[in-house]
Protein backbone atom coordinates (compact mmCIF):
# COMPACT_ATOMS: atom_id res chain seq x y z
CA UNK A 1 0.00 0.00 0.00
CA UNK A 2 1.41 3.25 -1.00
CA UNK A 3 -0.18 6.68 -0.32
CA UNK A 4 2.29 9.71 -2.06
CA UNK A 5 1.44 12.88 -1.63
CA UNK A 6 3.02 15.68 -3.76
CA UNK A 7 1.95 19.38 -4.67
CA UNK A 8 3.79 20.86 -1.46
CA UNK A 9 6.22 23.82 -1.86
CA UNK A 10 7.30 27.13 -0.78
CA UNK A 11 4.88 30.21 -0.87
CA UNK A 12 4.30 33.86 0.08
CA UNK A 13 1.06 34.41 2.46
CA UNK A 14 -2.55 34.91 -0.14
CA UNK A 15 -1.13 32.45 -2.82
CA UNK A 16 -2.23 28.74 -3.53
CA UNK A 17 -1.64 25.30 -3.79
CA UNK A 18 -2.94 21.80 -4.70
CA UNK A 19 -1.91 18.95 -2.87
CA UNK A 20 -2.66 15.64 -4.40
CA UNK A 21 -2.46 11.63 -2.83
CA UNK A 22 -2.39 9.34 -4.74
CA UNK A 23 -3.67 6.06 -3.74
CA UNK A 24 -1.93 2.51 -4.89
CA UNK A 25 -2.79 -1.26 -3.05
CA UNK A 26 -6.10 -0.32 -2.10
CA UNK A 27 -9.47 -0.22 -3.31
CA UNK A 28 -9.46 3.54 -2.95
CA UNK A 29 -13.34 3.89 -3.36
CA UNK A 30 -14.43 2.20 -0.42
CA UNK A 31 -11.79 4.48 1.65
CA UNK A 32 -12.61 7.92 3.34
CA UNK A 33 -9.57 9.49 2.81
CA UNK A 34 -8.38 12.90 4.75
CA UNK A 35 -5.84 15.34 4.84
CA UNK A 36 -3.97 16.11 8.14
CA UNK A 37 -0.55 18.64 9.13
CA UNK A 38 1.44 18.58 11.57
CA UNK A 39 3.83 22.09 12.24
CA UNK A 40 6.66 22.20 14.63
CA UNK A 41 5.97 21.64 17.99
CA UNK A 42 2.15 20.66 17.61
CA UNK A 43 0.10 17.82 17.70
CA UNK A 44 -0.82 16.28 14.17
CA UNK A 45 -4.45 18.15 13.43
CA UNK A 46 -7.65 16.76 10.80
CA UNK A 47 -7.04 19.41 7.77
CA UNK A 48 -10.55 18.13 5.65
CA UNK A 49 -11.26 14.65 5.40
CA UNK A 50 -14.10 12.73 2.33
CA UNK A 51 -16.30 10.49 1.97
CA UNK A 52 -16.11 7.71 0.45
CA UNK A 53 -17.68 8.33 -2.47
CA UNK A 54 -16.97 12.25 -2.03
CA UNK A 55 -20.18 13.35 -1.34
CA UNK A 56 -19.17 14.53 2.54
CA UNK A 57 -16.74 16.83 3.17
CA UNK A 58 -15.62 17.89 6.94
CA UNK A 59 -12.94 20.96 7.62
CA UNK A 60 -11.40 22.42 10.71
CA UNK A 61 -12.62 26.03 11.71
CA UNK A 62 -9.45 27.04 10.67
CA UNK A 63 -9.47 26.59 6.84
CA UNK A 64 -13.08 26.54 6.20
CA UNK A 65 -13.89 29.04 3.14
CA UNK A 66 -10.35 28.50 1.85
CA UNK A 67 -9.68 24.67 1.21
CA UNK A 68 -10.98 22.09 -0.75
CA UNK A 69 -10.88 19.02 -0.56
CA UNK A 70 -12.00 16.40 -3.12
CA UNK A 71 -11.18 13.20 -4.61
CA UNK A 72 -11.54 11.34 -8.22
CA UNK A 73 -12.01 7.49 -7.44
CA UNK A 74 -11.03 6.71 -11.33
CA UNK A 75 -7.91 8.00 -10.71
CA UNK A 76 -7.65 6.68 -7.16
CA UNK A 77 -6.72 10.35 -6.22
CA UNK A 78 -7.15 12.71 -3.30
CA UNK A 79 -6.90 16.52 -3.89
CA UNK A 80 -6.59 19.48 -1.14
CA UNK A 81 -6.71 23.30 -2.96
CA UNK A 82 -5.59 25.84 -0.59
CA UNK A 83 -6.14 29.12 -1.30
CA UNK A 84 -5.41 32.59 0.30
CA UNK A 85 -2.31 30.52 2.59
CA UNK A 86 -1.33 31.69 5.58
CA UNK A 87 1.81 32.05 7.32
CA UNK A 88 -0.12 29.21 10.19
CA UNK A 89 -0.55 26.96 7.68
CA UNK A 90 2.99 26.00 7.12
CA UNK A 91 3.22 22.02 7.95
CA UNK A 92 3.90 18.78 7.30
CA UNK A 93 0.37 17.89 5.43
CA UNK A 94 0.10 13.90 5.53
CA UNK A 95 -3.00 11.95 3.48
CA UNK A 96 -4.69 9.47 5.64
CA UNK A 97 -6.93 6.54 4.09
CA UNK A 98 -9.26 4.72 6.86
CA UNK A 99 -11.35 1.83 6.02
CA UNK A 100 -14.33 1.06 8.56
CA UNK A 101 -15.85 -1.09 9.57
CA UNK A 102 -15.25 -4.67 10.22
CA UNK A 103 -11.29 -5.12 9.90
CA UNK A 104 -11.08 -1.42 9.97
CA UNK A 105 -7.80 -0.04 9.32
CA UNK A 106 -5.93 3.34 8.53
CA UNK A 107 -3.05 3.92 5.98
CA UNK A 108 -0.52 7.12 6.03
CA UNK A 109 1.44 8.64 3.76
CA UNK A 110 4.70 10.31 3.94
CA UNK A 111 3.94 13.66 4.35
CA UNK A 112 4.75 17.12 2.28
CA UNK A 113 6.01 19.87 3.39
CA UNK A 114 4.25 23.35 2.79
CA UNK A 115 5.98 26.53 4.09
CA UNK A 116 3.91 29.55 3.56
CA UNK A 117 5.90 32.99 3.60
CA UNK A 118 4.93 36.25 5.34
Known amino acids: VQLVESGGGLVQAGGSLRLSCAASGITFSIYRMGWYRQAPGKQRELVAD????????NYADSVKGRFTISRDNAKNTMYLQMNSLRSEDTAVYYC????????????WGQGTQVTVSS
Open 50 to 57: ISSGGGIT
Open 96 to 107: KAVRSGMGSITY
